[in-house]
């Protein structure tokens, strides 16, 4: 086996990766200063790129709180799908794969964190670590890795999509500067469905991800291009943080913020009357809307969810 197929075999065989695939370092070049791979490792080459699905139990615990109205069931949602568990178990993953690199192939590598939570910002920002000027904070562009390493593509609704799993799976990333054997960009069917589906933009309950096709921008990397979305982060954050009662869930929180497009001002002022949680990792209250991520149909949506009456989705049209 090549040092490449080992690692490879080590992702999916120990640690149970579901993909894997390598990228050439320089395919994130082209990333702003200070998110390049050689300004996080001088000498990176390669960027090993490895995906872990979210249980289907787990992503079907969202539809019981979002179609039943069992609160209960989104705390199973939050930690196995979304928190905690997806997290610790990509940094495992990605430690593991660390030391199983550098103990074998006498090189150096670099656990990136990547998955939801890791990639944020201190929690005293001025804003939501992913709002207005602190935008989509992370170390290195995961989505854009996993398109030059052949995971995937990225959807309108900015997440990496893979054939089997949707956008319903964790990234990890693990630097490294040796060279290896790389993979071509993914070469597939197109993965997202564009305006022939455009469900992401219709569920957003804060119109913040515009219809397929408009307010677009190309994500490009390594000869592959997809069309994805420019959200409307501060929209967003109204849902995800539960800046209104009506996205709340089993704790009530108060009407802070009524403008479906507020400004960073706006959404400062309303984050800093968010009290300290002691109960959530990031210590401010996620509400987890996910819809654009939940009810996204590529990954056998219908197969997995609908055709087994876990999901009513698309049914109310019928
Ligand atoms: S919901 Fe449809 S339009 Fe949106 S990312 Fe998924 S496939 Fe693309
Ligand atoms: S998480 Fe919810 S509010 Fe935010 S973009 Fe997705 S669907 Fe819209």
Redesign the pocket.
Known sequence: MSISEKIKDFLLNVCSADAVGIAPASALMDEPEGKRPTDILPGAKSIVVFTRRIPDGAIQAAFRAKEDGNEDAFSSYAAYARELTPNMSVFFMQFRAVKFIEDNFRCVAVPIPSGPMQNVSSTNLPLPAFAGPCQRHYILNGPRAAMAAGVGEM???N?L?TKEY??RQTIGLVLTNIELDYDAPYTGEK????ES?????KVCPMAAIPP?GEKGREVGVCGRECSVANINDNACCVASLAFRNEFSGKATTPDLIMDNNPDDETLAAAYGKKPFNHNSLGHHPNYYCDK?ML????GNWQQRFGDKGLSKFGKEEE
């Open positions: 959807g309108w609704n997440l999509l949707g956008p993965l997202c469905m564009g589906c455009g469900i992401c933009a397929c654009c009810y996204c149909p590529v």
